[in-house]
């Protein structure tokens, strides 16, 4: 049996953005909660395909959406599914540096 050129892709893990590490990026999948809630996030940055970084958190979530640090906190942060992005690929050292 040949394999496929193309194998089936492995969806990256989610969670709530309260759950993501510290200094890890995310895609926002999906909002949780009433439509003035979810409207407020959105109008935030944190909208359904928005990449964010999360920069610290225990009870109060710090974030970073752009350019733009914004604190949740942990129940808003519970409510906002996200994807874990891969971290970027480290950069190979230039040559003739040592």
């Known amino acids: 049996m040949a394999d496929s050129p193309n194998p089936p892709a492995i969806p990256a893990p989610h969670l709530p953005l309260c759950?993501?590490?510290a200094g890890t990026r995310?895609?926002?999948?999906?909002l949780a909660g009433d439509a003035p809630f979810c409207q407020r996030v959105r109008e935030m940055g944190f909208g359904e395909d928005a990449v964010i970084t999360?920069?610290?958190g225990r009870g109060t979530t710090l974030c970073q959406v752009g350019e733009t640090r914004l604190a949740l906190s942990h129940e808003a942060a519970r409510r906002i599914q996200v994807q874990?992005?891969?971290p970027p690929a480290p950069s190979a050292p230039s040559p003739g540096l040592s």
Not at 26 to 30: D, K, N, P, Y
């Open 84 to 86: 874990v992005l891969a």
């Open 26 to 30: 995310g895609r926002v999948l999906a």
């Open 19 to 21: 759950q993501l590490p």
């Open 54 to 56: 999360k920069l610290s």
